[in-house]
């Protein structure tokens, strides 16, 4: 997915929330997967064979339903000459509202390519192919070690997880000279023997049966983590999945983090890596007398419109809808943002218009902030980034509004 933006993945991951609500009154909703090497007219024939077996359908409201469906997807296909690179998704069927049905039609190009063809009918959209596309594929095994203590974790997607901690009963050095000291040296080397040993089990319980495990990374302070792996501990197919060992401060959770940290080259194609890369130079440009950076809602807007907005950084959390509203009266119009538009929708009924004082505001239009922001800034020749809340990254943001900019130049 790294060719992908994060704002068509945010798109997409809120198109799918909404489709996971949507439900047929039956066996009504058509689902269409169709890989990019698929021909289009083997795509109709088989329309129209399912066509022909839906008109045997009992139920006379799903039979027209359903038929629907199939008029309005071959409808479709005589528009397309070709589906993208990844293929098409097409979902089509019937959604009541109220007293009212309405069919709704949804053309989806997926962010990584369809392998099967797919048609598929049932009272609900079927979204899991989409939703798989959406997730981080594979996970990277963690183990952060010296002689008093071990951490073993994962991380997966953006998440940085922790599975188990292990401590040692390593004694101490002594200073005691003659047989004492060397006595004291056998029984520290035999404990750390048998705790490299314990170590290498768990993490060969855990790893070995993690599926679609990508590799393992090593850290720790000392040299103790670069005997651990020479000496050949871990299991040989664990030991040939090793991606590198980095030098890291702690044995904990803390450890675990800075490990991600330190092998952030190893992750250049996932997600975590380039909103950590994006997030530092925010920060670096913040703390900067003149720094190139902004933050807040009025101010980031105010660089937008001047042009000066290069890469806009928008928490998930900042999630909010931009309303148009008009005067009934006068035709003045306002444009806020709110958090819930059937709330503000209410609470227009007590508002004077503020310029001719009427109680007479209504919504006119709204949509995603997000949404807006990302049209906006790319109007003005700029990106926008999506940043999650799952990493420490996103909640600096969070502190920050939610919402941010890496400039061209100040305004």
Do not use: W
Not at 275 to 282: D, Y
Request: glycine share 8%; aromatic share 6%.
């Amino acid at each position: 997915m790294s060719d992908v933006s994060s704002i068509n993945l945010y798109r997409l991951k809120k198109e799918l929330q909404e489709l996971e609500d949507k439900k047929g009154r039956g066996t009504e909703l058509v689902s269409l997967y169709i890989p990019a090497d698929k021909n289009l007219d083997d795509v109709m024939s088989q329309m129209r064979e399912e066509y022909s077996q839906a008109s045997n359908i009992k139920s006379k409201r799903t039979r027209k339903n359903v038929l629907s469906a199939l008029e309005t997807i071959m409808q479709r296909l005589k528009l397309i000459n070709r589906v993208g690179e990844n293929g098409l998704v097409l979902l089509v069927g019937t959604i009541p509202r109220g007293t009212q049905d309405k069919i709704e039609v949804h053309m989806i190009t997926p962010p990584q390519p369809i392998v099967t063809y797919r048609y598929h009918c049932d009272s609900q959209f079927y979204l899991t192919p989409l939703k798989e596309m959406l997730e981080e594929r594979g996970s990277y095994g963690l183990l952060v070690m010296d002689r008093r203590e071990a951490t073993i974790g994962v991380l997966k997607g953006k998440i940085v997880e922790t599975l188990l901690k292990l401590t040692s009963n390593v004694p101490g050095k002594t200073h005691k000279g003659g047989q004492s000291q060397a006595r004291y040296a056998r029984l520290r080397e035999i404990s750390a023997h048998e705790f490299f040993v314990r170590i290498a089990r768990h993490c060969e319980e855990i790893f070995l049966n993690m599926s679609e495990l990508k590799g393992l990374i090593i850290g720790g302070p000392g040299p103790t983590k670069d005997y651990f792996v020479k000496e050949g501990y871990l299991h040989h197919e664990l030991q040939k999945k090793i991606l590198n060992v980095f030098d890291v401060s702690y044995t904990n959770e803390f450890g675990l983090s800075e490990l991600v940290e330190a092998a952030s080259g190893l992750f250049k194609d996932m997600d975590i890596n380039r909103e950590k890369t994006l997030m530092q130079r925010f920060l670096s440009e913040v703390v900067k007398d003149d720094g190139l950076a902004a933050y807040g809602d009025a101010e980031v807007r105010r660089l937008i419109e001047a042009g000066a907005v290069e890469t806009l950084l928008v928490s998930e959390e900042h999630e909010s809808f931009r309303v148009r509203t008009v005067c009934q009266s006068c035709g003045h119009t306002e444009d806020v943002t709110v958090k819930d538009v059937a709330l503000f929708e209410d609470s227009l009924a007590r508002r004077p218009c503020a310029r001719c004082n009427e109680h007479a505001l209504v919504v006119a239009d709204h949509k995603s902030s997000i949404e807006e922001l990302a049209e906006r800034v790319k109007a003005k020749g700029g990106t926008t980034e999506v940043i999650s809340t799952e990493t420490e990254e996103g909640q600096q943001l969070v502190a920050f509004g939610g919402i941010g900019a890496i400039l061209r130049f100040r305004a």
